[in-house]
């Protein structure tokens, strides 16, 4: 069974930053696609980036030019740079395999607020 630990959320103000970290055990990810997924207000979880493992990475239109997705493979971690925030994007945001997602964490609150 894998692990998934998210840290860095927060409170920020719009147009801020945060870095979210992702810390996995029990799976090594350099044999997985990871993305990362987020729940906003009243809504269902839903993916928003993905990085395989070949190294490249995909966004979903709303997040593009703005979330960048990385991985360490040798430390089994996953991280999202978020810039440019918007209030819409407050959100619980999680990560997991990009297939067959399971195992979720607690994930890591961002609140985008003035």
């Known amino acids: 069974q894998a692990q998934f630990v998210e840290s860095g959320g927060g409170l920020v103000q719009p147009e801020g930053s945060l870095r979210l970290s992702c810390t996995v055990s029990?799976?090594?990810?350099?044999?997985?696609?990871m993305s990362w997924y987020r729940r906003t207000p009243g809504n269902e979880r839903e993916l928003i980036a993905t990085?395989?493992?070949?190294?490249?990475?995909s966004y979903k239109e709303f997040v593009k030019g703005r979330f960048t997705i990385s991985r360490d493979n040798d430390k089994n971690m996953v991280f999202l740079e978020m810039i440019s925030l918007k209030p819409e994007d407050t959100a619980v945001y999680y990560c997991?395999?990009?297939?067959?997602?399971?195992?979720w964490g607690q994930g890591t609150q961002v609140t985008v607020s003035s």
């Open positions: 990085h395989s493992t070949s190294n490249l990475a």
């Open positions: 997991n395999r990009r297939w067959s997602p399971r195992d």
């Open positions: 029990g799976i090594a990810i350099r044999d997985v696609a």
